[in-house]
């Protein structure tokens, strides 16, 4: 079955910019977590969605918003881009909540943003 | 405040040897602990889990080690092989902490080299 697809890949924006990172999860989960990875920071949550709502929410600036769409899909948002938010973005996917399997979530491949 | 902390960055270890990873965490209120394994331009991938209520778990070359009074857990991999080279992040939660379910707090990863 197809994994966690996140689009795009790459991207490059300027200060001052926003932007929008899609993610699609795995066929069938509905939940969909947002993570920032940063070489200082590890992964850093950012928020939960589940059933188009958002279920969890991590300790970032109202700049990071995100949403699910009725078939799962999420996107996030970014505000007002910063020179520090250039970092690899990691959606994960989940049927109900990592805790509902053994093995927390299914991750994409992220997409790692650059400011300039 | 850091709650889950992998105080190595980085490992180095002879292939066919014992490779040690490890994690400390200040919450006691963590009760599920996670390790995953990335490697450079993908996401992370699922590891291996215990539950507060074990103090071990096996998966084939890979067993987690739980000290609750020590808040400590460790990672061990033998014997260690290089496509084992990859950066292990060791990810914690509590339920009802931040949420129903409680979101995954990831450490800051230790990169382990295995050398042929």
């Known amino acids: 079955k197809a994994g966690v697809t996140q689009t795009p890949r790459y991207l490059i924006k300027t200060r001052g910019q926003q932007v929008t990172l899609s993610c699609s999860p795995i066929?069938?989960?509905?939940?969909v977590s947002w993570y920032q990875q940063t070489p200082g920071q590890g992964l850093q949550f950012l928020f939960e969605?589940?059933?188009?709502?958002?279920?969890n929410k991590g300790n970032f600036p109202g700049r990071f918003s995100g949403r699910q769409f009725s078939n799962s899909r999420s996107e996030m948002n970014v505000s007002t881009l910063e020179l520090g938010d250039s970092a690899l973005y990691l959606c994960?996917?989940?049927?109900?909540?990592?805790?509902?399997?053994?093995?927390?979530?299914?991750f994409g491949s992220g997409t790692r943003l650059t400011v300039v | 405040d850091q709650q889950v902390k992998q105080n190595s960055p980085s490992l180095s270890v002879q292939e066919g040897r014992i490779s040690i990873l490890n994690c400390d965490y200040t919450n006691s209120m963590f009760d599920y602990f996670l390790w995953y394994k990335k490697y450079p331009a993908e996401g992370p991938t699922f590891l291996i889990s215990?539950?507060?209520?074990?103090d071990k778990n096996e998966d084939g070359r890979f067993t987690v080690f739980l000290n609750k009074s020590a808040k400590h857990l460790s990672l061990h991999i033998v014997p260690s092989q290089p496509g084992d080279s990859a950066v292990y992040f060791c990810a914690a939660s509590a339920l009802n902490y931040g949420g129903s379910q409680g979101n995954l707090i990831f450490g800051k990863g230790t990169k382990l080299s295995v050398k042929p």
């Open positions: 066929s069938g989960h509905r939940s």
């Open positions: 215990i539950s507060s209520i074990k």
């Open positions: 969605y589940f059933s188009e709502t958002q279920r």
């Open positions: 994960a996917s989940s049927l109900a909540g990592w805790r509902d399997s053994n093995y927390g979530y299914t």
